[in-house]
């Protein structure tokens, strides 16, 4: 083969190559120019439903598209032995259907725009399900979202999700905190109940629940007047009779263990067995934080250095098990109210509080130390020798001279204590205003 006669065939390949790029492009170009309609939809609804309750289906849909779409619906069918009660948007407004026909309810949506919002396109279906519903009996709910026009994908236009009927799935177990710090007190409440129907006799019901680590929390104990067990440490137990109408309720409290890192997801969930059935309660989850006002002290002890210009310094064995102190500047746009008689507010005043397990701790076994930091603007028109740190327990109540200062530095000064309380930094005036002496003859 010629040397001349196999560039020929490169110089064609290349230029096919060439023109399949462009056809490819203009057609990338046409139909990102035309744009394509692609609608979904989702639904949602309990895992659980008891009979004769009350419970919501949330339909979801949007146009995911590159063009608007015109004359959409979106229809709900409900399963059977449930009723239709009302329908509104996330934001409470009715939304009624524009069609009913038996199980099927359809909505007329008309437009709906490219870039839609998911999370803004919602239909929420309250239904009422029958007391003639059976334990283990499943429900489906189903959705479907349809135009005239054409769309480029039609495998979301459908969706539809399954519930199972259950005797006790109106209960639930509830945490007070989504979110909490170390050393924090977290409580649980469950509510235990029976759904009505006919001939639903009370039930034998066995509680199990798992609590999380025990590195991470410590059981403090029942708050309610119905209480339980504590089995292996982290599991808590309780066995009784439920009746239909009647709520057994019980509620306990977990302590944070100091040590837990912030970012730590505790994680809780509760189980219920009976006759033919159980259900999960949960699971419950609560987040550990640490602010910045916050700080984490342990039996070996440790220093913190605020942003305020105080570092408190607690020394080894000054508390027992790790407590969390607490930061916070006071009078930082006003001066207080009130001041020792003859002294006068040097600009710096602050509120150290010790918190374990849901009570203030005000004693310590070792001194703690105060370093506060002023800058000479604060300080202006004092003696600083004079300069004292006093204490209060709170608002309305007398101030109290904490003593001399254990060390005096440029710019700072030390002092030490054994409770904590708010602090403020006084001085005595560095001038003096004298009367002439007048004499009488």
């Known amino acids: 083969m010629s040397k001349k006669f196999q560039l020929g065939k490169l110089g064609l390949a290349l230029g096919l190559a060439v023109l399949a790029v462009i056809l490819i492009m203009t057609s990338l170009?046409?139909?990102?120019?035309?744009?394509?309609?692609?609608?979904?939809?989702?639904?949602?609804?309990p895992r659980h439903i008891a009979p004769s309750s009350m419970f919501q289906v949330n339909v979801l849909y949007a146009n995911v598209g590159t063009a608007d779409a015109t004359d959409v619906w979106v229809t709900a069918t409900l399963p059977a032995g449930t009723q239709f009660i009302t329908a509104t948007d996330r934001l409470g407004t009715p939304l009624p259907p524009d069609t009913v026909d038996g199980s099927l309810l359809a909505w007329n949506i008309g437009p709906l725009p490219v870039g839609s919002c998911v999370l803004g396109q919602h239909i929420l279906i309250t239904q009422q399900a029958s007391p003639n519903l059976t334990e283990g009996q499943t429900l489906t709910h189903s959705a479907v979202i349809a135009t005239s026009a054409v769309e480029s994908n039609t495998l979301n236009n459908a969706d539809s999700v399954t519930s199972v009927v259950s005797i006790m799935a109106q209960s639930t177990k509830r945490v007070h905190a989504q979110t909490v710090m170390p050393?924090?007190?977290?409580t649980y409440t469950l509510a235990l109940r029976l759904a009505h129907g006919p001939g639903m006799n009370p039930r034998l019901v066995e509680l199990s629940d798992t609590l999380p680590f025990s590195h991470q929390v410590r059981f403090l104990g029942w708050t309610s007047t119905v209480s339980g067990?504590?089995?292996?440490?982290?599991?808590?137990?309780?066995?009784?009779?439920?009746?239909?109408?009647?709520?057994?309720?019980?509620?306990?409290?977990l302590g944070v263990e100091g040590t837990v890192t912030p970012g730590t997801v505790l994680t809780n969930v509760a189980r219920l067995r009976w006759q033919h059935g159980q259900f999960q309660l949960g699971p419950v989850t609560t987040v550990v934080t640490l602010p910045h006002y916050a700080h984490m002290f342990g039996p070996g002890g440790d220093e913190w250095r605020h942003a305020y210009g105080v570092t408190l310094t607690v020394p080894s064995q000054a508390v027992s098990e790790t407590t969390r102190f607490q930061f916070h500047p006071l009078f930082t746009d006003t001066p207080p109210l009130s001041s020792p008689p003859g002294w006068l507010f040097a600009h710096r005043a602050f509120e150290l509080t010790a918190f374990r397990f849901g009570q203030n701790v005000h004693q310590f076994s070792q001194p703690l130390t105060i370093t506060l930091n002023y800058s000479g603007a604060a300080?202006?028109?004092?003696?600083?020798?004079?300069?004292?740190?006093?204490?209060?327990?709170?608002?309305?109540?007398?101030?109290?001279?904490?003593?001399?200062?254990?060390?005096?530095?440029?710019?700072?000064?030390?002092?030490?204590?054994?409770?904590?309380?708010?602090f403020a930094l006084f001085g005595e005036a560095k001038h003096h205003l004298y009367l002439p002496l007048l004499l009488r003859w």
């Open 229 to 253: 067990s504590l089995r292996e440490r982290q599991r808590l137990h309780w066995q009784g009779r439920v009746h239909a109408g009647k709520v057994i309720t019980l509620q306990y409290q």
């Open 183 to 186: 050393v924090d007190v977290l």
């Open 379 to 422: 300080v202006a028109g004092l003696h600083r020798e004079t300069l004292r740190l006093w204490h209060r327990a709170g608002e309305g109540e007398p101030w109290a001279m904490l003593g001399k200062p254990a060390r005096v530095m440029s710019g700072a000064l030390t002092f030490t204590t054994t409770h904590l309380s708010q």
């Open 29 to 45: 170009s046409a139909v990102r120019a035309d744009g394509q309609i692609d609608l979904m939809v989702e639904i949602k609804a």
